[in-house]
């Protein structure tokens, strides 16, 4: 594990993420975690894996731009994205943000912040692999 | 030479992740997308975001592409 926004095949672990997150300060006061999961269900189908691809490049600097503006937004101490990319199955985590803050509030309103707009502007596709075949994700608004 | 990048669903629709076009002053990446959209119509069908060296583009932009410019045709994301 390094560095605070990764796109990376393996699993993650959320203690170890947040023990790093509390490493970069101790005027933290809150700390709030969105964790994406892999459904084995979507729109009445069952799903047994996802696959995700991403435009690397564009997609690091995306999530980079993402947490330097959550941080100076927010007034964050620090936070922290992973997204997985490749062969998910079910159940298994997709996507990590994790923030730190001196209050509660301003963490929970970037971790929503952060989680809406990665989906929104990171160079990432979702294909759903079913018994009857497979197909790439159509955003939801 | 104009380097092109296809991910995802756009990817499966082209049958390839990259093509390059020939270099010419002036171009810019409508031109490229309107040579590419006549080679591969299915794919450019749910192609809504344009990239130019990692920086989205838009239909007012009119800058022309420097030699060795990646540009990437790419469908809504959903990723998360």
Redesign the interface.
Known sequence: MSGSVRLQQDDFSLEAEIAALRTSSKRIGGIVSFL?CARDFSENREVSELS????P???L?ELSALREQAIARFGLIDARLI?RLGTVHAGDN??LIVVGAEHRAPAFDACRWL?DE??????????EITPQGES????HP | MINVLFFGPVAERTGTRQTSLDFRAGICWQDVRDILRARYPDAFEIVSIVAVNGQRVTETTHTPLADGAEVVFMSAFSGG
């Open positions: 994406g995700f691809e991403a435009y490049s564009m997609a600097d997204h997709i996507v989680i990665l989906k929104a502007r990171a160079p990432i596709w979702k294909k790439w994700v159509t955003p």
